[in-house]
């Protein structure tokens, strides 16, 4: 529960919209590739070294590890299918031969297809994540401000601090 008041403070805050998409972004790299390989340690040290919401990045990484598990189905057909590829062979065979390409797991067509999806869809995520934090902030949050129990919880000290609305 403290997580999403933190992610509802960091949305209200004045926070830079970029920052909150990049930590929507990396926590869906995350939760779309499967956690314990080699590939999240560059995404989670993109989050301790960028200036990114943690809790956004949590709250994304448990709701799009949901999406992966429906996806898995496409993420293995996107693996093999780039597995397969007869141009791509001859590399494949020389990265299997050495042992840092297979401690990746790069031949697991699971592991490729979520690796390449998650990252083809990067750079469209963040733009979409961006609008939704932007509409968020001047539409949503301007209505919600304007009922009076939210006037009324806003003077509240305990549940400012709960809520964490409207600062």
């Known amino acids: 529960m403290t997580l999403l008041v ?3 403070k960091a949305l209200n805050a004045n926070q830079y919209p970029g920052q909150i998409a990049l930590s929507f972004v990396l926590g869906m790299i995350m939760g779309l590739t499967p956690l314990f390989f080699a590939h999240n340690l560059l995404t989670l040290a993109l989050v301790f070294f960028l200036r990114v919401n943690v809790s956004a990045v949590l709250v994304s990484l448990a709701f799009f590890s949901g999406v992966a598990y429906l996806l898995d189905p496409v993420f293995n057909q996107v693996g093999l299918m780039v597995l397969q590829m007869p141009s791509l062979e001859p590399m494949f065979t020389d ?3 050495n042992a840092f390409w297979r401690a990746i797991h790069f031949n697991n067509t699971v592991v490729l297809g ?3 999806v998650s990252y083809v869809l990067a750079i469209p995520a963040f733009f979409i994540f961006l609008v939704l934090i932007r ?6 949050l301007k209505w919600v401000s304007k009922f009076k129990i939210v006037q009324l919880l806003k003077g509240s000290s305990k549940v400012k601090t709960v ?4 600062e």
């Open 135 to 140: 509409t968020y902030r001047h539409a949503f």
């Open 114 to 116: 979520s690796v390449l």
């Open 6 to 8: 933190k992610l509802f």
């Open 95 to 97: 990265m299997y031969n």
């Open 163 to 166: 809520v964490g609305l409207m």
